[in-house]
């Protein structure tokens, strides 16, 4: 069953790490996973702040990572700022410690984390080190970043992709990002937007318009995040169901500097399909059940056949199946695997169907069985639906009819269904 729930990053300001991270916070993350993470990827030393803060009118959260003695990254003002972003290498310059992009990677490596983000935040760290390296000449692993700079990286990368794992969602898109505009100064003299290492840090990624962006409005840590996080723009239609604000550090007059985050629901009730159709004459009435679980198996949606009469009055069957598009090649494949059709007719259809979801229940007779029942909210409320097969495995276990095991549990799902819908995250908006 495809995941519904999604997350969309909308950059139309720009993206850095610190913004992503507030985005997170502000439509739920729970702050106190943040603040213990550094302790986790071993620099017990570095503390998070999280505040409410304003930008230009939008009520934001803001993610500050800071080392002892309240040292914490700039941001990258035009013609201002002594660094942009705080990844360039350091050649000379002294910013006290330093630290590799492999000695980063190295702690990730070790911290306490999941398959699914230690993969991603490794990947993110070694994007920025080929990056920067190509600009500098240097090996990847060898680049040097400035000791604040160093650990607000890592922070930023490992929770920007944590964050996702707190909510429960790994299924991210995004708009078009903005990369601002002008020049910024950075440790080799002022450079225009985007920096170098943020310019190769981009490919592949859909770029927008700056409107009033100013400055360096994406970094290169916000590049990274969007290359390993996200699977480029959402489905043609979704529904918002909660969004958050992430500030960035600058203020500036006339736009507001932050990251606006979607939490959302594919709009699977509403979309495009392809129709395959096929009408047999040469198909022995026994053969057609193997050809349908063929085309479902390749991905087909539904699958329909009904008798037709062929030319010269012969007996015959038309079958049609219903697929996504990105799917229409592979069930037509199949019409030809498993029958001995010669052709396939296809056409796009808009099918419009009602919201639906799946639970798991339980008999009431004490034998521990449970069932997959899905959920269709009509207009008249909500409807239950046994799977069939775990009816008539139900059924057999408990040597009952299959009639009366449906009933049971579409009696059990309905009475459920109240307390269920509260346990549903999300499904109020946040006013952010």
């Known amino acids: 069953m495809p995941e519904t729930r999604l997350a969309l990053i909308d950059p139309a300001a720009g993206i850095a790490g610190d913004m992503l991270l507030g985005a997170l916070l502000d439509v739920g993350a729970p702050p106190e996973w943040l603040q ?18 304003d930008r230009n009118g939008i009520a934001g959260t803001k993610v500050t990572v800071r080392l002892p003695g309240g040292h914490s990254e700039l941001p990258s003002e035009p013609h201002q700022a002594d660094s942009a972003a705080g990844l360039h290498p350091d050649h000379g310059h002294s910013h006290g410690e330093h630290r590799k992009v492999s ?31 190509r600009v500098h000449g240097q090996p990847a692993a060898e680049v040097t970043l400035h000791e604040v700079g160093a650990l607000d990286v890592l922070v930023d990368v490992v929770g920007g992709v944590e964050g996702f794992e707190q909510l429960g969602i790994s299924r991210i898109h995004s708009l078009p ?10 440790a080799h003299g002022t450079i225009p937007v985007p920096a170098p290492a943020t310019g190769l840090l981009i490919e592949g990624l859909e770029i927008g318009d700056d409107g009033p962006v100013v400055g360096e409005a994406t970094t290169p840590t916000g590049a990274a995040l969007l290359r390993v996080l996200t699977s480029g723009p959402p489905p043609v239609e979704w529904r918002a169901v909660r969004s958050g604000w992430g500030a960035g550090t600058r203020n500036p007059a006339g736009y507001a500097n932050a990251l606006r985050l979607f939490l959302a629901q594919a709009a699977v009730e509403a979309e495009t399909v392809v129709t395959l159709a096929s009408d047999l004459d040469d198909l022995s009435p026994e053969y057609v059940e193997p050809l349908r679980q063929g085309l479902f198996d390749a991905g087909a949606l539904d699958v329909q056949v009904w008798g037709t009469a062929m030319k010269k009055g012969r007996p015959g069957f038309r079958i049609e199946a219903l697929t996504a598009p990105d799917r229409a090649d592979a069930v037509t494949d199949a019409f030809f695997r498993h029958s001995p059709t010669a052709g396939v007719r296809s056409w796009r259809a808009k099918r419009v169907t009602l919201p639906r979801r799946q639970v798991v229940v339980g008999t009431t007779d004490g034998s521990g069985g449970t069932a997959r029942v899905k959920l269709v909210e009509g207009p008249g409320g909500v409807r239950a639906k046994p799977e069939y097969d775990d009816v008539v495995a139900l059924a057999k276990a408990e040597q009952k009819p299959a009639y009366e095991v449906a009933a049971d549990l579409r009696h059990q799902a309905l009475r459920l269904e109240p307390a269920d819908r509260e346990r549903r995250p999300n499904v109020t908006n946040k006013e952010s």
């Open 36 to 53: 213990g993470l550094p302790t986790r990827l071993g620099i017990p030393e570095v503390e998070i702040d999280i505040s409410r803060v």
């Open 103 to 133: 000695q980063l990677i190295g702690m990730v490596q070790g911290a306490d984390l999941s398959p699914w983000v230690r993969e991603r935040a490794t990947r993110a760290l070694e994007l920025i080190g080929e990056a920067e390296g």
């Open 177 to 186: 990002v903005a990369l601002g505009s002008g020049w910024v100064r950075s």
